[in-house]
């Protein structure tokens, strides 16, 4: 675990910066840097900011149509040649429709084939056809697969480089488009089998990634203004697991809460809830997450609110549960209209300024 | 390091009579059936002429090294014809002769489904379709990069059923890869019984024209046949090409013929000595 406590620039309160497109403007950079590096696209190429390095590098630019068991088969040869093939599609298609392709042309060899899922969760507006609410739990059932999960321009940015210095298969669960920026590039490190205090407190313990890690801030600060003192801990690397983090801040909470943009079922708050039932502390555990359902097609805001993502909600299971499940008054403060989510998607706001 | 064009292909088989090595990996195959009780002897059968010819005349390997950078790539997508490509291993000196009695045993390098663990087995076949897609990435390397290796995937009838293969076809065209051979072998068999009455996957020929590749259709049981195609079979027209190859399953073992359950054979020192006995006195025809 870090301490990155002086290297979140986010209060939790009012909005955050924002900042378009990390991913696509680093890769294509990194590409410039590394020769190596090829693109692959399966039919969604400005979906998924590739056409940016398609633009920049076109010789290292591979259509491969509408067909991604396929792209994972032809990303494994490039990389059985000593190419670094990032291979690029929605979260739902590369995991759902390649699982097998996976496991045995990239994962059993471990090759240095790196996954780029875009749109996980209910990031993507699309409905259940095109959220991936279970890619985590077949990555993380995928011997020598790395994961990392992430939603937040800084992190986002130095992914990149991360996955092409990990020798072997990384999933890069991303959210795309519109980021915000929670912190401070010149002091946060994103690396592999880490763990990131966000902030500190004595009653919840609430451990996060990718998109929710916003939501916890958010959640946290409401937490504070009711008296409940609140840590924030931010996993991106969801497989390597930092185990001795978790287990630090379950030690240090009277409540232990999870926030998933996933189901329930196989995400981090499983991942979590394995490391704390092995060892031996006794900590109340609550998981926020899609419970056991599909997504459904609406706009973000929409869909936080529907699977009480929302941080008011958050705050309030969370006070809840401290409280021994008693429902408490609580103040939010919480405007729904704040996310300011209602156009993320498929709108205008997805277009480069 | 080894230069390409320094290596003679088919390595220390290259000046020995085709029609003998072919005799003897036929040798090998029952040999390691036999040891394990059983195996993908059929398989070993039909596709003995068209292993041959690739390891022996077309292949540039290197046994000692067998992550040689420049090496030819031979995929084999249908991990259950193992047992032939082990045969052709066997003689080029990737191992010792006496592993072939290791065939599927516990804790041996030669499993019953080809993988990687084996040196020099290119990828881990067995889930059907996996092998072109690879083949492909590995002949857009090539291109891209000016590696002189040529790719080879072997394939069956029955793998042609899965979608993946279709794509990857597809793809291959588009990417103009004519560095890249495909092979499959049609047998006309697949576990649940005969290929038409299974599902719709005929005529096969036709379909890989359809998809705009150069298509060569063979008798994939006769040794004359075999070389006088493979020899010359990568035509820098910036299309892959397929060579569909018509075999028999367990060809050359009556025991065998004219049986649907030949996917996998139960095989004990009894079947050995007669198939032994038809394989010795098709070595006397031959001579």
Redesign the interface.
């Given at each position: 675990m870090i301490d990155a406590t002086s290297a979140v620039i986010y209060s939790g309160k009012d909005k955050a910066e924002t900042k378009m497109k990390a991913y696509g403007h680093k890769l294509a950079e990194v590409g410039k840097i590394n020769n190596n590096i090829?693109c692959l696209s399966a039919d969604l190429t400005s979906q998924t900011e590739a056409d940016i390095f398609r633009s920049a590098h076109p010789?290292?630019f591979?259509?491969?149509?509408m067909?991604e068991?396929?792209?994972?088969?032809?990303?494994?040869?490039?990389?059985?040649?000593?190419?670094i093939?990032f291979a690029h599609s929605f979260a739902c298609f590369i995991t759902r429709r390649c699982f097998?392709?996976i496991a045995?042309?990239v994962a059993?060899?471990r090759l240095n084939v790196k996954l780029v899922a875009m749109m996980p969760g209910i990031s993507s507006p699309g409905g259940a056809s095109h959220q991936a609410i279970d890619d985590l739990a077949m990555m993380r059932a995928t011997p020598n697969m790395n994961i990392i999960d992430l939603g937040e321009a800084t992190e986002v940015e130095q992914a990149v480089s991360l996955a092409v210095e990990t020798d072997g298969p990384v999933y890069l669960r991303l959210r795309r488009g519109l980021l915000p920026v929670l912190f401070d590039k010149t002091k946060f490190r994103l690396e592999l089998k880490q763990s990131y205090l966000l902030r500190r407190g004595n009653d919840v313990g609430i451990i996060t990634s990718g998109l929710m890690t916003e939501r916890a801030l958010q959640a946290a600060a409401i937490l504070e203004e009711n008296g409940i003192s609140t840590s924030v801990l931010h996993i991106p690397s969801i497989k390597p697991l930092d185990d001795e983090g978790i287990l630090h801040l379950a030690s240090e909470c009277k409540l232990l809460l999870t926030l998933d943009n996933h189901s329930i079922i196989g995400g981090l708050g499983s991942a979590v809830a394995e490391v704390v039932s092995e060892s031996r502390i006794k900590v109340p555990f609550h998981r926020i997450g899609l419970r056991d359902v599909y997504g459904k097609a609406a706009s973000n805001a929409y869909l936080y609110r529907y699977f009480e993502f929302d941080p008011d909600q958050i705050a309030s299971v969370a006070a809840q549960r401290l409280e021994g499940d008693r429902v408490v008054e609580f103040k939010t403060g919480w405007d729904v209209n704040q996310a300011g989510d209602k156009e993320t998607g498929w709108g205008e706001d997805w277009k480069d300024k | 390091m080894l230069k390409y064009d320094e290596v003679r292909p088919g390595g220390v088989a290259a000046d020995m009579p085709l029609d003998e090595l072919v005799l003897d990996m036929k040798r090998s195959v029952i040999r390691m059936t036999e040891a394990a009780g059983g195996g993908y002897i059929s398989q070993g059968f039909c596709s003995a002429e068209v292993m041959a010819v690739i390891f022996y005349r077309l292949l540039r390997l290197d046994p000692a090294n067998p992550e040689w950078k420049q090496r030819d790539r031979f995929l084999l997508s249908v991990g259950h014809y193992a047992i032939a490509v082990y045969a052709a291993m066997e003689k080029l000196g990737f191992f010792d002769e006496e592993m072939l009695d290791t065939y599927s045993a516990d804790g041996s390098a030669i499993e019953m489904i080809g993988s990687?663990i084996t040196p020099g087995f290119?990828?881990?076949g067995?889930?059907l379709a996996?092998g072109?897609?690879?083949?492909?990435?590995?002949?857009?390397?090539?291109k891209?990069?000016n590696?002189p290796w040529r790719t080879i995937v072997y394939m069956s009838d029955g793998e042609l059923e899965e979608?993946?293969t279709w794509?990857?076809v597809?793809?291959a065209k588009?990417?103009k890869l004519d560095n890249l051979l495909a092979i499959v072998d049609v047998n006309g068999v697949q576990a649940d019984g005969r290929i038409e009455d299974v599902t719709g996957i005929l005529p096969i020929a036709e379909k890989w024209h359809a998809f705009g590749w150069n298509v060569l259709e063979i008798d994939g049981n006769n040794l004359d046949t075999v070389m006088s195609t493979l020899q010359d079979c990568f035509i820098p027209n910036g299309k892959p090409t397929i060579i569909v190859a018509n075999t028999i399953m367990g060809n050359g073992i009556t025991q065998l013929h004219g049986k649907l359950d030949v996917h996998y054979v139960k095989w004990s020192k009894e079947n050995s000595i007669q198939a032994l006995a038809e394989l010795a006195r098709e070595g006397v025809d031959n001579s």
């Open positions: 090829l010789e290292r591979l259509s491969m149509g067909a068991q396929n792209m994972i088969g032809v990303s494994a040869g490039l990389a059985r040649a000593g190419e093939p097998d392709q045995m042309s059993y060899p | 990687e290119e990828i881990t067995g889930s996996q072109l897609s690879q083949g492909v990435g590995l002949a857009i390397a090539a891209l990069r590696h979608g993946q794509e990857a597809m793809v588009h990417h």
